[in-house]
C-alpha cells in the first residue's frame, strides 16, 4: 500500500488550491499569487531547519552501473577500499573464431574511465583482475559490504599514474592461460546464460595503498575485454573479438569497505540521528552518511495556524563549504529526499521508491504521478542547492503526509562525490496566507 491514497491527496490539494485560486492560471495553482489582488494578504515566513548527519550502512551499490576501484584516505570519512564485481558477455554482433588456422596473440581487459575521486594523483595506481568463483544472481540486491568469493590466481595487474580527464581508458592484459581459455570459449555460438555458468565473471581490484577511487563505465564502448589474433591463411595479423560488459542482463556491484578509525567519523556506529564531532553536516553518500533535515518547525507553524495555504515554498541547501577544497572533490550534481522513520531511512539499500519513500515533485502530488523531486547544485554562483517543496508541505502541514524528517541522497546513491555544510544551512522560505486573510 503506498503511503499517499493519490486519488485522496490529488482531490484535497486540488479542491483546496482551486477554492483559493478560483481565478489563477490552472497551471499555477499552488505556487504563485496575483499580487494585484488586494483582498489576499500573502506573507513569509523564514526557517532555518534542524541539520544533523545519519549514517546508512546498506549502500546499494547494483544500480548506478559504474564500476568503482580504488582507496581513499580522508579525514571525515576515513579509509575506504573498493572493488568492482561483473559479469562479461559474449559478442554476439561479431561472428566466432571458426577459422582453424587462427592464432592467438593476446588478450586485454580495457575499461574506459568514467569518474575520477581523489585528493592525490600524482602517485602510481595499481589494479589487479581477478576471475569470479561464485555467481551473481539479478535476483539479489548487492550492497556495498557484500563480497564474493574469486579465484585468487591473478588474470592480470597495471601500475599507473592515472591523469583525471585525460586518461580516457585502462588497459590490463590477461594472462596466457585465460586468454587461451576465451580464445577457444569464442570459436563457437553458445548462450550467455551456458557461458555465464562457467565463466562467471571478473573482479576488478586496487592495491591498498592506491590513494584516488576511479570509475569505469561498463556501457561505453571502448570498455572490453579483447581477443586480438591472427589468420596466416588470409595474410590476416590484427583481428579481434571483444567479450562486452554492458549487456541489459548483465549483473554488476561495488564493494566499500570503510575503516573509519581515526576519522571525524569514527564512532559512529549505528542508523540513528546524530551531530558530527566537528560540528559541520557532511555528505558523502558511498560511506553512508548521509545529512538529514527536520521539517518539525514548519510542522509546529502549520499546527498554530487556521486553513493555511501554501503560495510557494523554496528550500536552499547549503552553501557547500568544501566546494574549493580541490579539484576532484566535487559535490554530487543534484540532491532528493528520502523519508526517515524514526531516525531509520526507509527501503533496504536505501533504494528510490518513490510511492511510498520519497518527497516527489509538485506536479506529481497534483497528478497522482511519481517523479521524485530533485534539486540541483549551483556550482557557480552560490554553491548551493535549491528547489521548491510547495505541495509537500501543504501535505505535511494537512497530516496528509507523516514523513517531517528526510535524508538528503543524491541520483547516484552510491557516488564519492561529498559535500559538508553548517549545521544552519539549510534555509525555508514559505509564502502563505490563512483563512484570516480570505
Not at 493519490?6 to 504563485?32: A, K, M, Q, Y
Not at 546508512?56 to 568503482?68: E, F, M
Not at 572493488?83 to 554476439?92: E, G, I, P, S, W
Not at 487556521?306 to 579539484?327: C, F, K, M, T, Y
Request: with cysteine; charged share 20%; glycine share 6%.
Amino acid at each position: 500500500m503506498n503511503l499517499l491514497d493519490r486519488n485522496l491527496v490529488v482531490g484535497t490539494v486540488l479542491s483546496s488550491l482551486l477554492l483559493f485560486f478560483s481565478c489563477e492560471d490552472p497551471g499555477e495553482i499552488g505556487l504563485t499569487v496575483d499580487p494585484d489582488r488586494d483582498e489576499i494578504d500573502v506573507k513569509l515566513k523564514t526557517f532555518t531547519l534542524p541539520f544533523q548527519n545519519v549514517f546508512n550502512d546498506s549502500v546499494r551499490t547494483d544500480i548506478s552501473g559504474r564500476l568503482i576501484v580504488g582507496g581513499i584516505d580522508d579525514p571525515v570519512y576515513g579509509r575506504t577500499q573498493t572493488q568492482a564485481y561483473t559479469q562479461f558477455n559474449l559478442d554476439f554482433d561479431g561472428d566466432p573464431i571458426t577459422n582453424t588456422s587462427a592464432v592467438l596473440d593476446s588478450m586485454v581487459l580495457h575499461l574506459a574511465f568514467s569518474y575520477w575521486h581523489g585528493f592525490d594523483f600524482s602517485q602510481p595506481q595499481t589494479y589487479r583482475v581477478f576471475q569470479l568463483a561464485d555467481t551473481l544472481f539479478n535476483t539479489v540486491n548487492y550492497l556495498s559490504h557484500m563480497t564474493t568469493r574469486i579465484d585468487a590466481r591473478e588474470l592480470g595487474s597495471a601500475t599507473v599514474e592515472v591523469i583525471p580527464g585525460q586518461d580516457t581508458v585502462l588497459s590490463i592484459r590477461l594472462n596466457d592461460r585465460f586468454a587461451e581459455t576465451m580464445f577457444e570459449e569464442a570459436r563457437v555460438f553458445i548462450s550467455d546464460a551456458t557461458f555465464r555458468d562457467e565463466f562467471k565473471g571478473l573482479a576488478i581490484t586496487a592495491d591498498e595503498d592506491n590513494s584516488v577511487v576511479v570509475g569505469f563505465d561498463p556501457f561505453d564502448d571502448r570498455t572490453r575485454m579483447s581477443i586480438y589474433y591472427q589468420i596466416p591463411e588470409f595474410e590476416i595479423d590484427s583481428a579481434e573479438y571483444r567479450f562486452e560488459f554492458g549487456g541489459d542482463n548483465t549483473i554488476r556491484y561495488n564493494q566499500f569497505i570503510n575503516d573509519r578509525s581515526g576519522s571525524v567519523m569514527a564512532e559512529v556506529q549505528n542508523k540513528t540521528v546524530f551531530n558530527s564531532p566537528d560540528g559541520l553536516v557532511h555528505w558523502q553518500p558511498a560511506t553512508g552518511i548521509l545529512p538529514v533535515i527536520n521539517f518539525e518547525p514548519y510542522r509546529q507553524f502549520a499546527d498554530s495556524l487556521d486553513h493555511l495555504v501554501i503560495s510557494r515554498a523554496e528550500i536552499e541547501i547549503g552553501p557547500n563549504l568544501i566546494q574549493d577544497v580541490d579539484p576532484f572533490i566535487n559535490a554530487p550534481e543534484e540532491l532528493r529526499y528520502i523519508f526517515l522513520n524514526d531516525g531509520n531511512i526507509n527501503g533496504p539499500g536505501t533504494i528510490f521508491d518513490p510511492a511510498n519513500n520519497t518527497i516527489l515533485d509538485n506536479n506529481s502530488y497534483l497528478t497522482g504521478q511519481f517523479n521524485v523531486d530533485s534539486h540541483a547544485y549551483d556550482e557557480v554562483v552560490t554553491q548551493s542547492y535549491r528547489g521548491t517543496l510547495t505541495i509537500y508541505l501543504e501535505l505535511l502541514a494537512t497530516g496528509q503526509i507523516e514523513f517531517g524528517e528526510v535524508a538528503v541522497m543524491p541520483r547516484t546513491i552510491s557516488t564519492f562525490n561529498q559535500a559538508s555544510f553548517s549545521p544552519e544551512g539549510v534555509k525555508l522560505r514559505v509564502y502563505y496566507t490563512t483563512s484570516a486573510n480570505r
